[in-house]
């Protein structure tokens, strides 16, 4: 019975039922009727919700899909861009690898950092070609080793990170993302790289610090990448191993990763919906 219909019955019978007049009668068969109403009613609403359950099935299991996942709300992401050094390969000339040519070309450490680190932006941001910069922080003197010897030193310091470069290759196959580096390296350094681990097969945009003019954490990097590829902040994910870079993408509202590790890397990517 319907509630109407249960609370009306209930008050026939405490009130002893009704007496068989005519005004009565009439009253019991209107009742009588639209009892049988309301039920047929309920079978009509039944059916429509049956019939509205079914049709929305696919969407109510998808949102539940990724409401498990912790991805109600976020939007699908169309652009990567990607942290080269520290991420899917070793840094270009990072201290690591500064510290190893102090010690293998026996340079004098305090004068070497310092000389490092008046010219690094210049040398990151594409003013100081690499033949420049050796000039101001080695070659200002005379050495015993060659200028060419020590090129090839900076060049062999590059090392592939491989679990990390096949979540790369990954996405990169399944053309769902467009895919770009934001990275700071010089151009020598850079192109070298491009080239020895094919980064060209991954990326389809390199927009490095030595071709932008421009160095995270600048605010105006990221929004160039941004510009670039027409992608809104919200749609685009940012990779990086320095957490200071991960937060001024951040403050531009743009989806973050901070690399940490490819275990990480992986579930951090499948949370926003970002698999191969």
Known sequence: MLPIERRLSRALQVGGGLQASPTNQNFSSRFQICCRKGMARRGVLRR???????????????????????????????TLLWDVG?????????????KRAIQKYSLAEEEFNE???????????????????????????????????FREFMFRESEVKPEALAVLASLARSGRFRMATLNNESRELN?????????????QDFFSSCYLGLRKPRREIYRRALEITQTPPDECVFIDDR??????????GMQTIHFQSVEQLRRDLARIGVEA
């Open 191 to 203: 192109l070298y790289r491009i080239e020895r681990f094919h980064l060209r097969d991954y990326f």
């Open 86 to 98: 520290g991420v899917i390969l070793s840094n270009a000339w990072g201290a690591e690898s500064r």
């Open 48 to 78: 429509q919700w049956h019939n509205r359950t079914v049709k929305d099935a696919p969407a109510v299991i998808a949102h539940s899909h990724a409401a498990a996942h912790g991805r109600c709300g976020v939007a699908e992401m169309r």
């Open 115 to 149: 000389r490092h680190e008046l010219v690094d932006s210049e040398f990151e941001e594409g003013r100081l070609t690499l033949d420049e910069y050796l000039d101001w922080v080695v070659f200002y003197c005379r050495r015993d080793f060659s200028r060419e010897d």
């Open 243 to 252: 957490k200071l870079n991960v937060e001024c993408a951040q403050l531009l």
